[in-house]
């Protein structure tokens, strides 16, 4: 991993060295779901877990983003991570339904480098 940024990466309960992102993405149905622990601040963890090559999941405890500057570092990391892949990042709640039609609730625009609120850009009202 680059920027220094402390990680693990484990399949299952096993921790291994990070292979390449070939391996991560491209595995058999029944392997282990890779997770990728990343700690882009000592008090801050993000877990990734490669469900698929378009799946991925990214688990936050928002409890340690109290505070702006501590949000505005998860954001930037979740952004960088996005122009690395090309590809926005949509965060939403694990309660939302179905993955593939939940709302999020903040989307990071790759082409635009911004957040926006997810909802209102798709004309949805919030409740």
């Known amino acids: ?4 940024w402390k990680h693990q990466y484990s399949e299952g309960k096993t921790m291994l060295p990070v292979p390449r992102v070939e391996v991560v993405l491209f595995r058999p149905e029944d392997a282990e779901c890779p997770n ?3 700690w882009p601040a000592a008090e801050v ?4 877990r490669f469900r698929s ?3 991925v999941d ?3 405890d928002l409890r340690e983003l109290r505070g702006q500057e501590r949000l505005d570092l998860s954001c930037g990391f979740l952004q960088d ?3 690395r892949l090309g590809k926005p990042v949509l965060l939403a709640d694990r309660w939302s339904g179905d993955r593939g039609s939940r709302p999020g609730f903040v ?3 790759v ?3 911004r957040e926006q609120d997810a909802g209102r850009r798709a004309g949805q009202s919030r409740a």
């Open 36 to 38: 990728v622990r990343v």
């Open 1 to 4: 991993m680059t920027n220094g």
């Open 53 to 55: 090559a378009d799946d």
């Open 58 to 60: 990214i688990d936050i």
């Open 111 to 113: 082409a635009e480098h």
């Open 45 to 48: 963890l993000e877990i990734f």
């Open 107 to 109: 989307e990071g625009s």
């Open 81 to 83: 991570i996005g122009r």
